[in-house]
């Protein structure tokens, strides 16, 4: 056989096997791809003992050089570090030092059978912090991450230097879901879920939809107790933001359709201080959907001298 048929060959099997791999174990596939474009990007992924558990996080060093500021960033339910890969990598080169743990249960992190409860998720994040080595940082938290971000710099403002926060829950809202809208059990309640995370959801092909549903449902026990404990009330925050004592951002989708940009408005009115900046157009996954505003947001926010206070700012359509 000549060498330009075999090679012809090698090629076929190749894409016929990585098509078939692909189909078969499409969001595998996507993650691998995902962590080596991170990866690529200068971002490790590590592990660490906090709390009794060895957790899984992704660390970006400042590309300029330097011990950087630290920075720790908490994904929400459902969610894992990889979630922020659209703003690692600019906060890095904007000369943060990133630090993004998988939470207690969630992405590459053990799942131990425990309550889930936002206080074991902020301890875990302080514990998490004192094993990397981070005295005090500047946090941000993401939806029920967010809510995690809060209690912490509540719980241990010595710990938090400035708190960002991105479509966050922690305080009551009147919902217009139940907790089964996180743990879909079919294709419709899949959809329904994606469209009220983003307000232009990208339809998967069938493969991939029935990937997601069997992987939401097998880490669905996890979720289902996050959301117990999160409906329980045991930790919600509205009788205690007034305590804020961390200069407070906070983002918000104005098509948020699963935390309505009511509630930012809220937050940013109790919290003392707080500067709200809304993000037209966005939706619930505004860190990732509209990455480069957010982006410009937070470093902003984070290295005003002195700390911004006060009011809606657009840091989109500042000078």
């Known amino acids: 056989m000549k060498t330009w048929l075999r090679v012809l060959v090698v090629l076929v099997v190749v894409g016929l096997l990585g098509g078939a791999t692909f189909y078969l174990h499409p969001i595998g596939v996507s993650d691998q791809i995902l962590r080596l474009r991170l990866w690529r990007q200068g971002v ?6 906090a709390g009794g558990y060895r957790l899984h996080y992704l660390e970006a060093m400042p590309t300029q050089g330097g011990a950087g500021t630290p920075l720790v960033l908490i994904h929400g339910l459902g969610s894992r570090g990889e979630d922020w890969a659209a703003l690692i990598p600019g906060l ?4 943060f030092h990133v630090y993004v743990p998988d939470l207690l249960g969630y992405g590459r992190s053990p799942r131990p059978d425990v309550s889930y409860s936002i206080s074991l998720q902020e301890a875990t994040v302080a514990q998490f912090m004192q094993a990397v080595h981070v005295a005090r940082a500047d946090v941000g938290g993401w939806s029920m991450g967010g809510w995690v971000a809060m209690k912490l710099a509540l719980e241990h403002p010595e710990m938090v230097d400035r ?3 991105y479509d966050s829950a922690g305080i009551y809202f009147p919902a217009t879901f139940g907790a089964d809208l996180f743990v879909p059990a079919d294709v419709t309640g899949l959809r329904r879920l ?3 995370l983003s307000p232009n ?3 998967l092909p069938g493969f991939a939809e029935a990937a997601a549903l069997r992987k939401l449902n097998r880490n669905g026990w996890v979720i289902e107790r996050s959301v117990n404990s999160m409906t329980n009330g045991k930790d919600i925050l509205d009788f205690r933001l007034y305590q804020m004592e961390r200069p407070t951002l906070v983002v918000w989708g104005d098509r948020d359709e699963l935390i309505p940009l009511s509630v930012g408005e809220k937050i940013q009115q109790e919290i003392p201080g707080a500067v709200l900046d809304v993000m037209e157009g966005c939706g619930h996954l505004a860190p990732a959907e509209c990455s480069n505003r ?3 947001a937070t470093v902003e926010f984070m290295k005003a001298e002195p700390a911004m ?3 809606r700012y657009s840091f989109a359509a500042a000078k």
């Open 44 to 49: 490790k992924s590590e592990y660490v003992d």
């Open 201 to 203: 959801p990208v339809r």
């Open 194 to 196: 994606q469209a009220m």
């Open 309 to 311: 206070t006060g009011g």
């Open 294 to 296: 957010v982006l410009k």
């Open 92 to 95: 890095a080169a904007q000369g």
């Open 163 to 165: 708190l960002a926060i």
